[in-house]
Nanobody, 127 residues
Framework: QVQLVESGGGSVQAGGSLRLSCAAS????????MGWFRQGPGKEREGIAL???????TYADSVKGRITISRDNAETTLFLQMNSLQPEDTAVYYC?????????????????????WGQGTQVTVSS
C-alpha cells in the first residue's frame, strides 16, 4: 500500500521560498509517476509538477522557472522546491502517486490519473 506524507509547508512572504517534502512508502519509481498538486481556497485541485521513472519532469506553465520537483535515489522522499512565491500560490499542497511510470507532458498534470494522495500541507504566502 502506498502511503504519502507531506511536510514543509508554512507561511512566507511574497518572494520567499519553501521546500516541501513527501515521505513515501510502498512507492517504486519504476512503477509510479509522482506528482505535486495544489488546491487553493474555492479552487479545483491542479497539477503543478510531475516526475516519472526516467526522472523526466513536467511543470505547469504557471510555475515553470519557480518550482523544481525531485526525488531521492532511495525512493523514500519526493521534494518540491518553490521559489518566488506569490499570494496566488497559497494552497494546500499534495503529493500523489499514479501507476503510470512513463507519464509526461502537460496533459498528465491531471489529478484524475493519481490514485494515492498525501494529507496535504498548507502553504500561505502573504503580500
Amino acid at each position: 500500500q502506498v502511503q504519502l506524507v507531506e511536510s514543509g509547508g508554512g507561511s512566507v512572504q511574497a518572494g520567499g521560498s519553501l521546500r516541501l517534502s513527501c515521505a513515501a512508502s510502498g512507492v517504486s519509481y519504476r512503477k509510479h509517476c509522482m506528482g505535486w498538486f495544489r488546491q487553493g481556497p474555492g479552487k479545483e485541485r491542479e497539477g503543478i509538477a510531475l516526475i516519472n521513472s526516467a526522472r523526466e519532469t513536467t511543470y505547469a506553465d504557471s510555475v515553470k522557472g519557480r518550482i523544481t520537483i525531485s526525488r531521492d535515489n532511495a525512493e523514500t522522499t519526493l521534494f518540491l522546491q518553490m521559489n518566488s512565491l506569490q499570494p496566488e500560490d497559497t494552497a494546500v499542497y499534495y503529493c500523489a502517486a499514479a501507476v503510470a511510470p512513463y507519464c509526461g507532458g502537460e496533459g498528465d498534470l491531471n489529478p484524475a490519473m493519481f490514485t494515492y494522495w498525501g494529507q496535504g500541507t498548507q502553504v500561505t504566502v502573504s503580500s
